[in-house]
């Protein structure tokens, strides 16, 4: 089974910086997609960032330019790095990855998610 394990969150204040840091494990064969989503108490959790493995990327509209995400293929590694941070972006962020991994026989599909790292921004 592939696990995906967030690190990097805290608390900031508003126009600081994060570095989100997910590392999958476990019998991969290949990852395709790797995200980042969020979400907050009594709220449907949403998408931030999302990068497939030729690196295309794609964002929720509310980042405006201020997040990156970027993937490290040979660590299997994703990363998330948030500037100009709001109070707005107080949430957990969790990481997603999905893509192939090795069974007995053959490769099956995976689909794995972290179990959130705590962002909090300060005003």
């Known amino acids: 089974q592939v696990q995906v394990v967030e690190s990097g969150g805290g608390s900031v204040q508003a126009g600081g910086s994060l570095r989100l840091s997910c590392a999958a494990s476990?019998?991969?064969?290949?990852?395709?997609?790797m995200g980042w989503y969020r979400q907050t108490p009594g709220k449907q959790r949403e998408l931030v960032a999302h990068i497939t493995s030729g690196g295309s990327t794609k964002y929720g509209d509310f980042v405006k330019g201020r997040f990156t995400i970027s993937r490290d293929n040979a660590k299997n590694t994703v990363y998330l790095q948030m500037n100009s941070l709001k109070p707005e972006d107080t949430a957990v962020y969790y990481c997603?990855?999905?893509?192939?991994?090795?069974?007995?026989?053959?490769?099956?599909?995976?689909?794995?998610w972290g179990q959130g790292t705590q962002v909090t921004v300060s005003s």
């Open positions: 476990g019998n991969i064969f290949s990852i395709n997609d």
């Open positions: 997603n990855a999905d893509g192939y991994e090795r069974g007995n026989y053959y490769v099956r599909t995976f689909d794995a």
